[in-house]
């Protein structure tokens, strides 16, 4: 049973890029969540997708959009970076949007320069 | 506002017992979750709370009062590897189910 995979592992960039980051939910699961986590704090929501759409978002500006394919599948994109984007991304899903626990890839931590 | 407090860092002994807290303000409370976290590392599932009481899993336990807004994590009979950071996430539902996190709990285990 496949878990939750996220790609790439660790990525440098330097402030005004461009960043996609790309999350494969569990087996079985349809909604998939993107976090962000600075070092020494707990995650912050960035939003949720279901059904290919958005349904719910964190306080985070427009730079931060998504994506949710038919396979479930996510992406995060995040343009003009900052230095303050630097930090551990992480995607987590679950079954069906609410009433299941979530379950976290291994993130993907950003560097920007 | 929405707001989960836990101490920030503590230590035990391997083989001894520790007790974290955690104590929120939120509306439309809808569980309660723990969450382990290594450095570096993703979170890993530990326990969920809904109803009132205590639910035992292995070495961990995890106690829930809904009046009092509280909840700990119980760690028996520690080990090294328990040296992690404990992160305590209460579910809203007014907010579609979104989980909001506290800043976690840095625990260190001594030998």
């Known amino acids: 049973d496949a878990g939750v995979t996220q790609s790439p592992t660790h990525l440098i960039k330097t402030r005004g890029q461009q960043v996609t980051l790309r999350c494969s939910p569990k087996s079985g699961h349809d909604t998939v969540s993107w976090y962000q986590q600075a070092l020494g704090q707990g995650p912050q929501f960035i939003f949720q997708y279901y059904e290919e759409e958005e349904r719910q978002r964190g306080n985070f500006p427009d730079r931060f959009s998504g994506h949710q394919f038919p396979n479930y599948s996510s992406e995060l994109n995040v343009n003009a970076l900052l230095l303050g984007d630097s930090a551990l991304y992480l995607c987590?899903?679950?079954?069906?949007?609410?009433?299941?626990?979530?379950?976290f890839g291994p993130g993907t931590r950003l560097l920007v320069l | 506002g929405q707001n989960i407090d836990q101490p920030t860092e503590m230590t035990a002994t391997e083989g001894a017992i520790v007790q974290i807290n955690c104590t929120y303000q939120t509306s439309g409370f809808n569980g309660l979750f723990w969450y382990q976290q290594h450095a570096g590392e993703a979170p890993t599932f530990l326990s969920y709370n809904v109803l009132d009481g205590l639910e035992e899993k292995g070495r961990f336990s995890s106690f829930l009062s809904r009046s009092k807004g509280y909840s700990y994590l119980l760690l028996k009979e520690l080990q090294m590897k328990d040296s992690a950071s404990y992160l305590c996430a209460v579910r809203v539902k007014d907010s579609n189910y979104q989980l909001i996190w506290g800043a976690g709990t840095k625990l260190i285990i001594k030998p």
């Open positions: 987590a899903s679950s079954l069906v949007l609410g009433g299941e626990t979530q379950y």
